[in-house]
C-alpha cells in the first residue's frame, strides 16, 4: 500500500486551510504557492474534498475554507476520500470477489490485521494533531 500524491497533497490542502482558518476564504492559488504544489492538481482534488470536507465561493474575495473545525477531520477520512479504501492486498477491498483460498490462506489473517491496524493509526490522527 503506497499513498499517492493525491492523498498527501489532500491532506497538505486541508491542513493549510485549517492553520490559516483566520484568514476566511483562502484562493486555491494562495494555497498552491505556499505548498508548493500544482493549482490544477490542486483544482482537481478540491472537486473531491468540497463535497464534505471544505466550503467554497467563487468570484472575488472567494476560496475555500473548512466546513469543520480541525479537530474534526481525521486523517483516515481525508485519505480514504482522496485514495479509496486503505486496504493493502486486493482481497480486502470492499466488495471484492472472496478469493477461492480465504478459507485456508495462512496470510490473509495477517493482511486483515495490517489493514485494522493503518485504518485505525491514521483514524486517530485529525488536522487539529497535524497542526500541534
Known sequence: MMISTRGRYALRVLLDLAENQNE???AMKTVAHRQELSLKYIERIMSVLSKNHVEGVQGKGG??????????????DILRLAEGELV???????????CKRADTC???PMWKEFHHMVNHYFDNITLLDLMK
Open 88 to 98: 493493502p492486498v486486493a482481497c480486502l477491498e470492499c466488495n471484492a470477489k472472496t
Open 63 to 76: 476560496g475555500y475554507r473548512l466546513a469543520r473545525e480541525p479537530k474534526d477531520y481525521r486523517v483516515g
Open 24 to 26: 476566511g476564504y483562502i
Open 106 to 108: 495462512k496470510t490473509l
